[in-house]
């Protein structure tokens, strides 16, 4: 096992750390239950941390909050999923936002497992064609790891929210049940998602591994989707 038994793993949510980083090792990685972001303080700045918290956050895809500003914000906007990966990729590293965290290590691992059909993304647009909100993640088998998401604050309220939504329909659509949202968040917890301790969701992470699923991911030329279709979908289900 790459990171040994997880019974070893300290009681912490950084369990290791490395200098060398490359899309292999961290596909394996998310099928041990563990996902990379580099260290940026202290004596390690620099190498890669490789992290699984003590409480994971998950989002039941059931459980998933369409409060009433979220549904009328919802109707403003359009979604389309892997039409824009790299417009959202570079969006969610913006080094000017808050808590920013994603190198050009990591933007490279993620765009090789784009391109090789692991990693996808949901775009949210103004009724300008302005891309304003989005997300990007993980999948494999019956798992979605959601990396990280973002939303332009002078125009597009809610629209991270929104592309959590659309992501949900995807997700119900390939026989994805386990959306890992690793650490929990207002903003997260207020679209319904909730922590677990970690062996509770390695236990979980290993079910879903072992589920057949599909790839029936929207092909980007035909997905998008008014906010008015999205949440007929997501009400529906």
């Not at 290791?16 to 996902?35: K, N």
């Not at 004596?43 to 998950?58: D, Q, V, Y």
């Not at 959306?179 to 390695?202: C, F, I, K, N």
């Amino acid at each position: 096992m790459l990171f040994g038994p997880p019974s070893e793993w300290p009681d912490q949510d950084l369990i290791g750390y490395s200098d060398e980083f490359d899309p292999g090792t961290a596909l394996m990685a998310y099928r041990c239950g563990v996902f990379p972001m580099p260290l940026q303080n202290g004596i390690f700045h620099g190498e890669m941390g490789w992290w699984s918290p003590m409480e994971r956050a998950r989002l039941p895809l059931d459980e998933v909050r369409i409060t009433r500003s979220l549904r009328k914000s919802a109707k403003r906007f359009t979604t389309t999923v892997d039409t824009a990966f790299l417009g959202v990729l570079d969006a969610c590293a913006d080094p000017s936002r808050p808590g920013a965290w994603i190198d050009e290590r990591i933007k490279t691992a993620f765009t090789v497992l784009h391109h090789v059909g692991h990693v996808h993304s949901v775009e949210t647009w103004d009724p300008s064609g302005r891309l304003v909100g989005g997300l990007y993640g993980l999948h494999l088998n019956g798992m979605f790891a959601g990396e990280s998401m973002f939303h332009d604050p002078h125009h597009g309220r809610d629209a991270s929210k929104v592309a959590l939504l659309r992501l949900s329909v995807e997700l119900r659509r390939v026989g994805v049940d386990l959306l890992d949202v690793q650490w929990l968040t207002p903003h997260l917890e207020s679209m319904g998602a909730h922590a677990v301790p970690r062996m509770s969701y390695l236990q979980l992470l290993d079910e879903e591994l072992g589920r057949q699923h599909n790839n029936a991911w929207s092909r980007p030329e035909s997905s998008r989707m008014s906010g008015t279709e999205l949440l007929s979908m997501v009400e529906d289900d």
